[in-house]
Nanobody
Framework: QVQLRESGGQLVQAGGSLRLSCTVS????????MCWFRQTPGKEREGVSC????????YYGDSVKGRFTISRDNDKNMAYLQMNSLKPEDTAMYYC???????????????????WGQGTQVTVSS
C-alpha cells in the first residue's frame, strides 16, 4: 500500500520561504513522476510543479515559475517543494501526488494520478 505524507506547511509572511516535504512509503518512487498540486475552497485543483521519474523533465505552473523549485531524493523516497518569495495568493492546501508507469497522469490537473497525500496547509499573510 503506497502512502504519501506531506509536511512543512505553515503560516508565513509574504516574501518568506517554505520547504514542503513528501514522504512516500510502500513503494520506491524511482519510477514515479512526482508532483505538487494545490487547491483552495471553491477553486479547481491546480498543478504547481512536477518532476519526471528520471528528473529530466519538469513542470511549473505559470504563477510559481521562478519562485518554486521541485526536487526529489529517490534514496530517501522523498520529494520536496522549495517555495520562495511567497505571496498571499499562494495560500492553499498543497498535495503531493505520485504517478507510476505508464505515467498517464495530467501534470496540469492531477487527473489520473494514482497516489495522493492528505495535504499540508500553506498560509501566506500579507
Amino acid at each position: 500500500q503506497v502512502q504519501l505524507r506531506e509536511s512543512g506547511g505553515q503560516l508565513v509572511q509574504a516574501g518568506g520561504s517554505l520547504r514542503l516535504s513528501c514522504t512516500v512509503s510502500g513503494s520506491s518512487i524511482s519510477t514515479y513522476a512526482m508532483c505538487w498540486f494545490r487547491q483552495t475552497p471553491g477553486k479547481e485543483r491546480e498543478g504547481v510543479s512536477c518532476l519526471s521519474y528520471g528528473g529530466a523533465s519538469t513542470y511549473y505552473g505559470d504563477s510559481v515559475k521562478g519562485r518554486f523549485t521541485i526536487s526529489r531524493d529517490n534514496d530517501k523516497n522523498m520529494a520536496y517543494l522549495q517555495m520562495n518569495s511567497l505571496k498571499p495568493e499562494d495560500t492553499a492546501m498543497y498535495y503531493c501526488a505520485a504517478d507510476p508507469p505508464p505515467h498517464s497522469g495530467s501534470w496540469v490537473t492531477g487527473t489520473g494520478f494514482a497516489y495522493w497525500g492528505q495535504g499540508t496547509q500553506v498560509t501566506v499573510s500579507s
